[in-house]
């Protein structure tokens, strides 16, 4: 047995505890971390540089959603990331596996295998491309016992006085399974912790007893801050998807959303409903809602509440349950969660939270959240009216949604939970998957749709199809024939590419020949948003950080500006670099880039750059 069973031997030093890791288990070491938050980086770094110094150690290392600071891909990216990186990140020991993975340049000795990137993060590394393993977050498991997992190292906090004083706070989403099988016998592995200060304690499934480890690092020279990233900005296409989708959601009902700007939206678009109601309904009839002829919207405040099932626990739940939205309780508990990550004031509200409302927020196995399965009755009763809500990057016109990759085979992220929750909305009575996406992106200064004909990549496929909502509207797709499914995508498709998508529907017969789309969803363009919502942003009711940011109030300008700037064609750079030197100089923010008093021609080549598309964002958002 590689697990004793007795009190922890604990270290200060990640090298020593990696000596013993490897007088225990040998020179072939299986090591699952887990993704996101949870990885003990120290220990980690420290196996992995035994391997590095030792060929004759085999370190396989199974994990996923490895978190790295932003990488910028220009000068003016360097100006504006790299100071923020230093404010927000300074201090979170990279990972060196990551590093090298990056650099395609890990040992023959080390295979480093994910089932889930950070999105975009690994897309042009052929070393991750190609070991990637492509897995639902509720078969992984099986994936990490089939590989022989004999060591699990995992960031824990720490509050003595406690009958389980251990917590596994942001990640038991895949260990207490680990540890359960342990228990039954099932599974050998030493379990290594790492405690960290700044790790929130969670109390119920995740918090776990002392002898339940077999070596703990736990040196205050080894603690660290978390990693944080910043909450995003939300555009005004972004709030039209979630005031889309925020009508969607019944009172009494269960919620999941995602992460990133779109899980915001949807958050700040419930919380106008619930305390800003005359608005939000009003803002739903700026885009074309008329809530007395249709049912399905809903409009109302939240007297009963939500309950949250969600894989990932965003920091959007906690603003839901600030204003009184999350406050459905099952079994006393108001969220039941796999993992969490999120900004620092995130972190510092669920460490000071009181324990008698953290225990309300219960953080337990993956299988749980994604899963009917086992206490199969009792999901159903608490799962009730369920909205389950995901980001999606494409979707056909035949119902087809696009996730994780692309047709070239190349993974952006992973298929994660989305599976699950789409599978759950059709195995629970009343529950609705909903997959919210961008009708357009922009590329090169060049708009193109995200609603396509077809793709060579699908993770949803179109039998599984039920809502897809843009910033255009909501298409309910569930029970339709093909046809019915085509002109319901293409009225949620922007109208510059409407006509193309409806003939290629056409020549494939799979339209009647003199379909021809309403007026009233010809006039899907950029325009028509900005018109419906930008006097509600300018009034204050849409802003671009609904919740509150780390970024100053200068970084809060030049965030749209830079974007601006990241999509624009050559062409216009060249029109905004010629409005730049007439435009008038905003001095916070050049000086925030370096850029006050231009030393070249090249900086003053990019402060006209900046002041162009200063000028060009001056409006709340983009």
């Not at 789409?422 to 357009?440: C, E, G, N, P, Y």
């Not at 000086?591 to 006050?596: K, P, Q, S, T, V």
Request: proline share 6%; aromatic share 8%; glycine share 8%.
């Amino acid at each position: 047995m590689i697990h004793s069973g007795g009190s922890p031997q604990k270290f200060a030093d990640p090298a020593r505890l990696a000596d013993v890791i490897v007088e225990r288990v040998g020179k072939t070491i299986v090591l699952a971390l887990p993704l996101g938050l949870g990885k003990a980086n120290h220990i980690a770094n420290a196996l992995y540089a035994k391997a590095v110094a030792d060929p004759l150690i085999r370190l396989t290392i199974f994990t996923a959603l490895t978190l790295e600071p932003p990488h910028a891909k220009s000068e003016l990216e360097h100006r504006f990331l790299d100071p923020i990186a230093q404010r927000v990140f300074a201090g979170y020991p990279p990972l060196a596996y990551a590093a090298a993975v990056r650099k395609n340049q890990v040992p023959p000795n080390v295979t480093v295998n994910e089932f889930f990137f950070e999105a975009g993060q690994w897309l042009n590394s052929s070393y991750a491309q190609q070991h990637y393993i492509s897995a639902n977050y509720t078969h992984a498991l099986r994936y990490i016992l089939d590989r022989g997992v004999n060591v699990v190292a995992q960031l824990v906090a720490y509050r003595p006085g406690e009958a389980a004083p251990y917590s596994l706070s942001c990640n038991p989403d895949l260990t207490i399974e680990l540890l359960a099988l342990r228990g039954e016998g099932r599974a050998d592995f030493l379990f290594t912790g790492q405690t960290n200060s700044e790790l929130p304690f969670m109390y119920r499934d995740a918090a776990i007893a002392e002898d339940e480890f077999d070596l703990l690092l736990d040196d205050p020279a080894t603690d660290f801050p978390l990693f944080a990233p910043p909450r995003e900005p939300v555009a005004l296409g972004d709030y039209a998807t979630g005031l889309h989708a925020a009508s969607l959601v019944p009172d009494g009902g269960t919620l999941q959303i995602g992460i990133g700007s779109l899980g915001e939206a949807v958050a700040h678009a419930l919380v106008l409903r619930q305390n800003g109601n005359s608005e939000f309904c009003q803002l739903l009839s700026s885009l074309g809602y008329d809530p007395a002829r249709d049912a399905t919207v809903h409009n109302e405040r939240f007297d009963i509440g939500l309950y949250g099932c969600s894989e990932l626990f965003v920091e959007g739940m906690l603003d839901l349950y600030r204003a009184g939205i999350l406050k459905r309780e099952v079994d006393g508990i108001l969220l039941h969660a796999g993992f969490f990550i999120g900004s620092r004031n995130f972190y510092r509200s669920l460490r000071e939270m009181p324990p008698e409302i953290a225990k309300k927020f219960c953080m337990t196995g993956i299988s749980f959240v994604n899963e009917i399965y086992g206490d199969e009755d009792k999901k159903r009763r608490a799962r009730v009216k369920a909205r389950f809500l995901n980001d999606a990057m494409m979707a056909t016109l035949l119902g087809d949604v696009v996730s994780d990759g692309l047709d070239d085979g190349r993974v952006v992220s992973g298929v994660g939970g989305q599976y699950n929750f789409v599978a759950q909305s059709f195995a629970l009575a009343d529950a609705r998957s909903a997959i919210v996406l961008r009708a357009v992106r922009s590329h090169n200064g060049k708009d193109q749709s995200n609603i396509l004909w077809r793709y060579g990549h699908t993770t949803i496929p179109r039998h599984l199809r039920d809502i897809v909502i843009t910033e255009y509207g909501i298409a309910d797709l569930r029970g339709k024939s093909d046809s019915d499914v085509i002109a319901a995508m293409l009225s949620i498709a922007d109208s510059r590419f409407q006509d193309g998508l409806l003939r290629q529907a056409k020549d494939a017969g799979k339209i009647a020949r003199d379909f021809e789309l309403s007026k009233a969803v010809r006039n899907n363009t950029p325009d028509m948003i900005e018109r419906a919502l930008k006097p509600a942003a300018d009034a204050g009711l849409l802003p671009l950080f609904p919740f509150g940011t780390d970024l100053t109030e200068v970084e809060q300008r030049l965030t749209p500006a830079l974007q601006v700037l990241k999509a624009a064609s050559p062409m216009q750079l060249a029109r905004l670099l010629l409005s730049g030197f007439s435009a008038p100089a905003d001095p916070a923010s050049l000086d925030r880039l370096g850029l006050a008093k231009p030393a070249s021609l090249k900086d003053r080549l990019y402060a006209a750059l900046v002041k162009g598309a200063l000028a060009s964002t001056a409006s709340p958002h983009p």
